[in-house]
């Protein structure tokens, strides 16, 4: 029997990395784009292994009605668009690859950080235009919006793998203090860091800057609302380089409009692509850039291979990068005591914590 993989990210093509991982295991392997839970649904209905994107999202409907499916495979550390009760209920693994975009992610944060706080863009578009040569004194107010890090406090949302690689980059511009807000981390484990843990409340009043590297969930939705920003100093830059859903964007707006903060960079959006009449393109003290935070020319290769490994392996029962939802391990031997399964003639997926 050969074993189905089947594609479904909304990109019109895939990493030739992930398909030929695929295809010399001798699996049958297609891509098809796709922007609704129907479309995906039709085109992986016999589908042992499901690879998808950060859209369209991989509810309970479509897994549930994909009687062989055994894998709902994601790109990245986020699976934010995958139901994980839903799959870990269906015996359906959520697969990931963790720890392969660590240093891209933060490498950006600090390159939004830096653009802003040297206001990098409008110098750059004002000496490409002649200013400095022509109109010098029109650089003034360039200038004036120039900040340093040194002496600040500096405070970081979610205290993971990227978050704490951002304190080791930011550690060296000489901030006054680093601060991390992280219910899931002891503070010995920031001690080694030089970090306090606080909590979010504090960490708003107090921050100069802030870095957002949380997960998405139910609870950190719109967690930066109106009341977050504030909370915050009207001298506040934030950096946003996790998940949109974590902000409000009406609530960021507002808060760059009418000055309830300074500045702001963010590589996500609550919706991507984000659309051209959003009216956050048009602020002046916000910098966008398209969810390309987790990419070099140094980890693309990479992390295409690992994401079409996760696809053999679950069906070899050889290691996974990453497994979202350990507790489906349960679920699946659950399924084999009671007889005849889809998981039938297929090793246990090994899964070993921190792979």
């Not at 000055?259 to 919706?271: P, R």
Request: glycine share 8%; aromatic share 6%; hydrophobic share 40%.
């Amino acid at each position: 029997m050969t074993f189905k993989v089947v594609i479904v990210t909304n990109n019109k093509t895939v990493e030739k990395a992930t398909l030929d991982v695929i295809s010399n295991a001798g699996l049958d392997v297609k891509h098809i784009p796709c922007d609704s839970e129907e479309k995906m649904i039709e085109s992986a209905k016999d589908a042992d292994v499901l690879m998808v994107g950060t859209t369209p999202n991989t509810s309970r409907n479509v897994m549930s009605s994909l009687p062989n499916l055994k894998m709902v495979g994601r790109s990245g550390v986020g699976v934010d668009s995958v139901d994980i009760d839903a799959a870990t209920e269906l015996g359906i693994c959520v697969t990931n690859t963790p720890g392969i975009n660590t240093t891209e992610v933060a490498d950006h944060a600090m390159a939004l950080l830096l653009s802003i706080t040297r206001n990098i863009t409008e110098l750059s578009s004002k000496t490409s235009k002649g200013e400095w040569t022509n109109d010098p004194v029109s650089l003034n107010y360039s200038k004036s919006k120039m900040e340093r890090i040194a002496g600040k406090t500096v405070g970081i949302v979610g205290f993971g793998n990227i978050g704490r690689a951002f304190a080791t980059r930011i550690r060296g511009f000489g901030p006054l203090n680093i601060i991390a807000h992280d219910p899931f981390i002891p503070q010995t484990s920031a001690d080694l860091y030089g970090v306090k843990l606080v909590e979010f409340d504090q960490l708003l009043s107090d921050s100069d800057i802030i870095s957002v590297h949380a997960p998405s969930t139910d609870k950190t939705r719109h967690m930066f609302n109106d009341q977050a920003f504030k909370r915050m100093k009207k001298t506040a830059i934030f950096i946003n380089c996790a998940r949109g859903m974590l902000v409000d964007e009406m609530s960021l707006q507002k808060a760059l409009d009418t000055g309830e903060i300074f500045q702001a960079g963010i590589d996500v959006t609550e919706v991507e692509p984000i659309s051209e009449e959003s009216p956050l393109l048009k602020l002046e003290n916000l910098k966008i850039t398209p969810h390309f935070a987790g990419w070099s020319r140094g980890n693309y290769i990479e992390q295409a291979t690992r994401y079409g490994e996760n696809a053999v392996n679950v069906l070899s029962g050889k290691p996974l990068h990453g497994l979202a939802n350990p507790d489906v391990l349960k679920t699946i031997a659950i399924m084999r005591d009671r007889g005849a399964n889809k998981w039938d003639g297929i090793p246990d997926p090994n899964y070993q914590r921190g792979y």
